[in-house]
């Protein structure tokens, strides 16, 4: 690295309120407004040299915009930005590079037919060439803990690797400034803690860092201050580190934070059984699965964890039947083999299914939502009425998606609004409700509320125990393992394409979740432990491929 | 510098601005190359677009040629909306009436109300058949399907040649390569006497009535829409690839097998060596121009009808080569796909320059 930490802002790393020297960035009055919005009012916001900054805000708080007007992208409306004590106008994300601005954004800007190196080198200004990149892009990735290997190409990366990708982009250009958004949601606890101790020895070399997140444990350990917004206007600013969570999130959310709690129940029949299920892989960059064997009952939540790229996706599509199996035995739903049905004929079992891509897949972004709804509403076995006699019933289309949005508190133009103009976890919001609305028996979900604002994702979260207690049988593959702590009965581990036995979630423990994690199934939580009361039903046939 | 940005949403204005901004630059580019040629920009415009449609007898060639255009418009139209990239309508159109023709020619005595719709029924049957070729290979072994249906068009050209030469060459026709005249039962009614336009088209605008009703109401089209936009989503929703693939390529190639009777049992009255003038080529322009939209199809089916009668009138009148109909299309295609970039782009406001303690830096898209 070429980086030259500035003598006076090394001597006191941590201790950034004592510097005397001005801000590296001050926000004075930042208002931005759009046509039916107004985003940033009067938002002020002061980063010293070498300070990790929280940016706490639900979704449409105005976090997002705010971090584009830093990075050129957007352009405030009324306000100044003093960069170094001088006043700015930042006109672009090529101009916001100069100065020492970069940005780890939220939904990734990779091209997906180009290698890691050549994206860099891109990103770079094409400056220099991917090949001579290579190596400090390992030397990077290596010295930050994220590895990346420059010359995959990236369409064949999941989401957890393509954001390593923009981290070491961001890394590579020395920034004095770096603002990232959401960083961790797709991290192991110990890649978490890794890129902790990057952060913390970038703001030791005198980095500022903007650090945009909802999960606030994670900002309590990092951040020296926190900027909280609400509403587009600044709610407050604390110190996080005294702060509890609860009090935080209150600020955020500017009300009681809900919770959401997991009532102990008697599993059901099972109702998905997953028997020795292996799948090569044409890509060579995907995971093969080996040997995956669940059984899933009715009124269970069983968590999948994981770091992505884990065999999650070969794994998610082979149940829901994207991609479709040699082996009719090898996927059971309810009483009938599933391993060669359509994922039409899958559903009409009963099975539902909220992807982790939201567009594009899960909903089509060019369509109303109420097309979206009638996407996978259409099934007959659903008894949804949108459909007589192959015809579309846009009464009951609409009313449909009127529903999902009330009672999901979507927040949108109607059900006419394109899906794609819905934000992130709004558009989640909808996906979930949607699937939820279809009368499963089993329920899939991949990373539910993944980069959902707190109070979006509890809402997700108690969608998900409702169904639960109403019998269905729910399986939730998730990075986020907090998440899964929370929601899940039982808890099981995706590593290298195998699945290790599931425990309950009583027994198990963060740390050694997270050693199964790294594909190490020997030893690990649960062992001699298991609570007889708990997995009586279903422990006992759990496949261990180990 | 003129630069461009994305719009965050597709331009709904722009959707259907584009077609009228590509007709308006054709007919600016059209003009300034009538200049060229020595004419007077206003009388050739009025030769080509205004007196062609002048005459009743005017309107009725409009709408005679405007027929397989839609009929074959429509058929591409669904194809392309699911991503299905059949360009072989002027083969399918061919082996249509080809099938249609062998049924005339077969009951040469025959006076009875029934054989026009079976040599309808027979016209749709050839298409379909033809079309199923590219649709089976790209469904069985993934060959593209665009290739494969263009290059079925030169086969049927082929048959067809081989037929009127040989086994359904008139006997009595001094060796003329092409078949006996059709009885009049076997010919489709005028809708008005001393016009030539037929029963086909009011069978076009039953067409358009049902693909829109199609597109529209039915899962079917839904999911050949869905397939088009978002394959993902469609794999997701369960929505069978195979099954678009067929649906779009038997439509169209139905579609085309009608309007191919429709010339050979209309204007035309037997098989030649050649029984479309490009319809089926000109029907992917008509396609895109209309919006792949069922209504948008027989508007711009007009228009290239009126392009092509143009064409003819300019020939005849101003001693314009016979190319100068193609190169209308061309320009009105090519002026159409720059117009359409602009539904999902937009002219970049003007920056204001930054104030000189910033280091001045190109502007460009977050990377």
Redo the contacts between chains.
């Keep these: 690295m070429d980086r030259e930490p500035n003598p006076q802002e090394a001597e006191v790393p941590g201790a950034p309120d004592q510097v005397a020297a001005h801000p590296r960035l001050e926000l004075l009055g930042i208002t931005k407004v759009y046509p039916s919005v107004v985003a940033n009012d009067r938002v002020s916001l002061r980063v010293m040299p070498g300070e990790i900054h929280a940016v706490l805000g639900e979704n449409g708080a105005g976090k997002s915009t705010l971090m584009k007007i830093i990075y050129g992208v957007a352009r405030p409306d009324a306000g100044e930005i003093l960069w170094e004590n001088h006043q700015v106008g930042i006109a672009s994300p090529a101009a916001a590079r100069k100065l020492g601005i970069g940005m780890v954004f939220q939904h990734f800007s990779l091209f997906e037919t180009l290698t890691v190196a050549q994206n860099i080198s891109l990103a770079l200004d094409g400056r220099q060439s991917p090949a001579r990149l290579a190596p400090r892009i390992r030397a990077v990735s290596e010295e930050y803990g994220l590895p990346v290997d420059p010359g995959r190409l990236v369409h064949s990366m999941s989401v957890g690797e393509r954001q390593r990708v923009e981290i070491v982009r961001c890394l590579l250009q020395s920034p004095r400034l770096l603002i990232m958004d959401e960083p961790t949601s797709v991290l192991t606890p110990q890649a978490v803690l890794k890129l902790f101790e990057s952060l913390r020895r970038l703001a030791a070399e005198g980095c500022s860092i903007l650090y945009i997140s909802h999960k606030l444990d994670e900002i309590q350990a990092l951040c020296d201050r926190a900027t909280v917004l609400r509403a587009g206007r600044v709610s407050g600013t604390a110190n996080p580190k005294e702060e509890t969570s609860r009090s935080l999130a209150e600020l955020m959310i500017g009300k009681e934070l809900p919770t959401c709690t997991l009532a102990p129940r008697v599993p059901g029949e099972v109702r998905l059984a997953v028997r020795n299920l292996s799948l090569a892989t044409d890509d060579p960059f995907g995971t093969e699965l080996r040997g995956i064997g669940l059984e899933l009952c009715g009124g269970e939540i069983l968590g999948i964890a994981g770091v992505s790229g884990n065999g999650q996706q070969e794994f998610l599509k082979a149940l829901s039947g994207e991609t479709p199996l040699a082996d009719p035995g090898a996927v059971r739903i309810g009483a009938k083999d599933a391993g060669r049905l359509s994922p039409g004929e899958r559903r009409a079992l009963g099975l539902c299914f909220v992807p982790e891509e939201r567009l594009g897949r899960g909903a089509v972004p060019e369509l109303s939502l109420a097309d979206n709804a009638l996407l996978t509403g259409y099934v007959p076995a659903y008894d949804t009425g949108m459909l007589r006699h192959g015809l579309i019933q846009s009464g009951a289309v609409q009313s449909f998606a009127r529903d999902v949005i009330a009672r999901f508190k979507v927040k949108c133009g109607g059900e006419r609004s394109q899906a794609g103009s819905l934000s992130g976890g709004n558009l989640q919001k909808f996906i979930v409700g949607r699937e939820t609305s279809l009368s499963p028996k089993v329920m899939l979900l991949a990373q539910p509320t993944w980069g959902v604002d707190i109070g979006a994702s509890m809402l997700i979260r108690q969608a998900i125990i409702d169904l639960r207690d109403q019998g269905v049988a729910v399986l939730v593959v998730s990075e986020e393992l907090d998440e899964l702590m929370m929601i899940s009965d039982r808890i099981a581990v995706l590593a290298e394409g195998r699945l290790s036995r599931s425990i309950p979630v009583a027994s198990a423990s963060i740390d050694q979740i997270g050693v199964w994690m790294s594909g190490n199934f020997e030893q690990g939580p649960g062992d001699g432990a298991t609570s007889p009361s708990r997995t009586g039903a279903t422990g006992a046939v759990e496949h261990d491929p180990a | 510098m003129i630069r461009l940005e994305a719009r ?3 331009s709904q204005k722009m959707m259907l601005a584009s077609p009228l901004i590509a007709a308006l630059a054709m007919l600016v580019t059209g003009s300034m190359l009538f200049v060229f040629l020595g004419q007077d920009p206003f009388h050739a415009f009025y030769v080509y677009f205004i007196k062609p449609a002048s005459t009743v007898y005017g309107v009725g060639e409009l709408l005679l040629k405007a027929t397989p255009l839609t009929l074959c418009g429509v058929g591409l139209a669904l194809g392309f909306r699911a991503n299905v990239g059949n360009i072989g309508a002027d083969g399918q159109l061919t082996m249509g009436a080809i099938a249609g023709g062998c049924v005339a020619l077969y009951f040469p005595d025959v006076h009875a109300a029934w054989l026009l719709p079976l040599m309808l029924l027979a016209g749709a049957l050839g298409g379909m058949a033809w079309a199923a070729i590219p649709a089976l290979l790209r469904i069985r072994y993934n060959a593209n399907e665009i290739l494969v249906s263009l290059m079925l068009v030169y086969v049927a050209y082929l048959v067809l040649s081989y037929l009127v030469h040989g086994p359904l060459r008139d006997p009595e026709g001094f060796n003329f390569p092409q078949s006996r005249m059709f009885q009049d039962a076997a010919l489709l009614p005028v809708l008005v006497h001393g016009l030539r336009v037929n029963a086909a088209f009011p069978l076009a605008l039953v067409v358009v009535a049902a693909a829109w009703f199609f597109c529209d ?4 089209g ?1 999911r050949m ?2 397939s088009g ?2 394959p ?2 469609a ?6 690839e195979r099954r678009n693939v067929w649906l779009s390529f038997l439509i169209s190639g139905a579609l085309a097998g009608l309007a191919g009777v429709g010339e050979v049992a209309g204007p035309i009255g037997q098989l030649q060596p050649s029984v479309s003038t490009g319809y089926g080529f000109a029907a992917i322009i008509v396609a895109y121009v209309g919006r792949l939209h069922p209504l948008g199809v027989l508007l711009a089916a007009l228009l290239m009808s009126l392009l092509y009668i143009g064409g003819e009138s300019a020939q005849m009148e101003l001693q314009m080569p016979s190319a100068i109909t193609g190169l209308f299309q061309g320009l009105l295609l090519f002026y159409l796909l720059a117009a359409d970039l602009f539904i999902y782009y937009r002219f970049k406001p003007r ?5 000189p ?11």
């Excluded at chain 2, 109401?217 to 079917?220: D, E, G």
């Excluded at chain 2, 794999?235 to 069978?240: M, N, V």
């Design positions: 965050t949403e597709a109401r039915t899962l079917a839904f829409r869905v936009i978002a993902a989503a794999a997701y929703a369960g929505f069978s920056l204001k320059l930054a104030p303690a910033v280091p001045v830096a190109e502007p460009g898209a977050p990377s």
